[in-house]
C-alpha cells in the first residue's frame, strides 16, 4: 500500500520480487501463504511498470500456493492466491472469472480488503465489462467500508470511480 499510494512502482516491484525469491519454496518444499502475498504484491507492482509477457509461471505459482493454502487451511494465504489468480484474470480480459476469484477471496479472508482493496477490484471489473449497475453498487460498498474503517484513500478512489462509472452511465 506505501508504494502503491505513493506512485514508487520500481522500489515496490523490486521489494516484493526478492521477497518472492527468498520465500519461494525450495524443490520439493511446498508454497505457503506467506509466499502468494509476495507474489501477489510483486504482480500488483511489476504491473505499473510493464505487462507481463506471459502469465503462465506466475498463475501456476499461484495455483501451487491456492492448493497448499487450502490443505493447511490457511485463509490469508488462500485469499492472496486467488486474489493474485484474479488479478491475472483482470489483466487478460477475462472479467468474470476474475471477479469469481475475487469474491472467493473476499469471503476466504475479508480483512485482505483493507491492504488489497479486492472488493474496488471487483467494481473495477465490473466496470470494464461496461456492468455499470454492479460496479456502482461495489464502489458503494468500498465507500461504506473505507468511510467505517476510515480509510480516506480508500474513500476517495472510490468516489472517483463511482463518479467514473455514472460518467459512463451518461449520468
Known amino acids: 500500500a506505501f508504494c502503491d499510494m505513493r506512485s514508487r512502482f520500481h522500489e ?3 521489494l516484493f520480487r526478492e521477497a518472492a525469491q527468498r520465500l519461494a519454496p525450495d524443490a520439493g518444499e511446498p508454497p505457503d501463504g506467506a509466499w502468494a502475498v509476495a507474489l501477489l504484491s510483486w504482480f500488483d507492482m511489476r504491473l505499473y511498470i510493464a505487462r507481463l509477457e506471459s ?4 498463475d501456476s505459482q499461484a495455483r501451487g500456493c491456492l492448493n497448499q493454502c487450502l490443505l493447511r487451511e490457511d485463509a490469508q494465504g488462500m485469499a ?13 480480459a477475462r472479467f468474470g472469472t476474475a471477479i469469481g476469484y475475487f469474491q472467493q477471496a473476499m469471503k476466504a479472508y475479508p480483512a485482505l480488503d483493507a491492504i488489497y482493496w479486492v472488493e474496488m477490484r471487483i ?17 458503494l460498498g468500498s465507500l461504506e467500508r473505507g468511510r467505517r474503517t476510515g480509510e480516506r484513500v480508500k474513500t476517495g478512489w472510490s468516489l472517483q ?11
Do not use: K, M, P, W
Not at 55 to 58: G, L, N, T
Not at 80 to 92: P, Y
Open 161 to 171: 470511480n463511482i463518479g467514473d462509472t455514472l460518467v459512463f452511465q451518461g449520468q
Open 12 to 14: 515496490g516491484e523490486a
Open 123 to 139: 467494481g473495477l471489473c465490473y466496470q470494464a465489462d461496461r456492468q455499470y449497475s454492479e460496479a456502482l453498487q461495489t464502489f
Open 55 to 58: 502469465y503462465e509461471e506466475v
Open 80 to 92: 492472496a492466491s486467488l486474489t493474485l489468480l484474479g488479478a491475472i484474470a483482470e489483466h487478460q
